[in-house]
Structure formats: structure tokens, C-alpha cells
Nanobody
Framework: QVHLVESGGGSVQVGGSLELSCVAS????????MGWFRQAPGKKREGVAV???????HYTDSVVGRFTVSKDNAKHTLTLQMNSLKPEDTAIYYC???????????????????????WGQGTQVTVSS
């Protein structure tokens, strides 16, 4: 079992920045993929940024150039630096980890929630204009 705890959410104005952190504990394995998903009210959970098992990063189109995801295998942490935030970034952000090694190959953002077996409780991000 893997336990994920997010931190760093909050409220910012348009154009501001936030950094989210996720710490994994329990039966952690450094080779798993980890990522960030978000869910806005009334919408489906969507992928934001993922680091796959080989260490490649994957971003959904709407955050390219604004968000940066990084993974520290030694510390079992995942970080999401969010810059130039927009109102449409408002959502609950969830940290997730796969149950084993996983990679995705392709030009599009391919990771889906079903690919991940462990989830954090989520942290709220609110961007106001």
C-alpha cells in the first residue's frame, strides 16, 4: 500500500504561481510513474502532468509552458510548479502513483486516471481574476 499526501494548494490571482508537493510513503517503489490530476466542479478528473517510470515528463496541452513537474526518487516526492495561473486552472489537484512501472509513448497526453492505482486526498487550487 502506498500513501500519498499533497500540500501547497491555495488561492492566487490570475498570473500568480503555486507549487504543489506530494510525498509518498508506505510500500513505495522508485520505478513507478507519478503524476498530477485535477477535477473541477461538474467535470471529469483530467491528467495534468506525469513523470513516467523512465523519467519522461508528459503534460496536457493546456499547461505546456506554464507547469513543470519533477520527481525525486530518493525522497519519494513529486512536485508541480504552476506559473501564469488562469481561472480555468481552478480545481482540486490530486497526486497519483501507478502500481508498477509504466510509460506512455506518443505525441498526445496519454495517461488516464485508470492507469493509476494510488491517490492522494487532493488539494484545492483557486485562481481568481
Amino acid at each position: 500500500q502506498v500513501h500519498l499526501v499533497e500540500s501547497g494548494g491555495g488561492s492566487v490571482q490570475v498570473g500568480g504561481s503555486l507549487e504543489l508537493s506530494c510525498v509518498a510513503s508506505g510500500n513505495t517503489a522508485s520505478g513507478v510513474a507519478m503524476g498530477w490530476f485535477r477535477q473541477a466542479p461538474g467535470k471529469k478528473r483530467e491528467g495534468v502532468a506525469v513523470v513516467d517510470s523512465p523519467g519522461q515528463t508528459h503534460y496536457t496541452d493546456s499547461v505546456v509552458g506554464r507547469f513543470t513537474v519533477s520527481k525525486d526518487n530518493a525522497k519519494h516526492t513529486l512536485t508541480l510548479q504552476m506559473n501564469s495561473l488562469k481561472p480555468e486552472d481552478t480545481a482540486i489537484y490530486y497526486c497519483a502513483a501507478t502500481r508498477g512501472r509504466r510509460t506512455w509513448i506518443g505525441a498526445r497526453f496519454l495517461p488516464t486516471p485508470d492507469d493509476f492505482g494510488y491517490w492522494g486526498q487532493g488539494t484545492q487550487v483557486t485562481v481568481s481574476s
